[in-house]
């Protein structure tokens, strides 16, 4: 079977394990299920297949599920996108400033400002980075890996989602592509 026939048989199971909730979509299935996770890496590695990525970079937390399946799939090294605070604290996490690259988010899907931090010392220039997620509403965290990656000197090279839910908002500078539209799961 070639890679669009198995993405093909991967997004009608993504759309059988989708559910609607009063809070929003749960996409919880998604990951218990073996045949979805070992599809996953190949499907979405696919949408930008052309591009030859060096580092997957990828938010917390589904962004550590599905970064690592698609580096594997890519031959390429994975970077984590963690959430922050202004103040220096990143939970457990206490990191010098100066090694890391922080960014925030233009408002998101709940008008939320988050902070993201990348460590300094895994995105060099020279790399060439794909970021991964699994829902884009507003596109904001994408936007903000983008700005992160080229604070980096490294290449940003597109994204790549299971889910675009933006509404047709157009972001061409992302070269956003996803294997499901939002209009497409019922």
């Known amino acids: ?7 093909g048989t991967l997004v009608a199971r ?21 045949d979805v996770l070992s599809g996953l890496g190949a499907a979405l590695a696919h949408l930008h297949a052309h591009t030859r990525p060096s580092v997957v ?10 970064g690592p399946l ?11 996108m963690r959430k922050g605070r202004a103040d220096g604290d990143f939970g457990d996490r206490i990191l010098v400033q100066d090694r890391v690259l ?11 400002t988050l902070d993201w931090v990348v460590q300094r010392r895994v995105l060099r220039p ?20 983008r700005r992160i990656v080229e604070d980096s000197g490294a290449t940003w090279i597109g994204a790549a989602v299971i889910v675009d839910a933006t509404s047709g908002q157009a972001h061409p500078d992302l070269r956003l592509r996803a294997l ?5 799961l019922s």
């Open 70 to 80: 698609v580096a594997l799939e890519a031959n390429a090294g994975f970077v984590e």
């Open 126 to 145: 020279g790399h060439r980075v794909l970021f991964v997620d699994d829902w884009v509403e507003t596109a904001a965290t994408a936007q903000t890996a």
């Open 57 to 66: 970079i990828a938010p917390e937390a589904s962004g550590f599920i599905i």
């Open 1 to 7: 079977m070639d890679v669009r026939t198995e993405a």
């Open 180 to 184: 499901l539209r939002r209009r497409e």
């Open 14 to 34: 993504l759309r059988t394990l989708f559910t609607w909730r009063d809070d929003g979509a749960d996409i919880a299935a998604w990951w218990a299920h073996a």
């Open 102 to 112: 922080t960014r925030s988010t233009p408002p998101d899907f709940a008008n939320r």
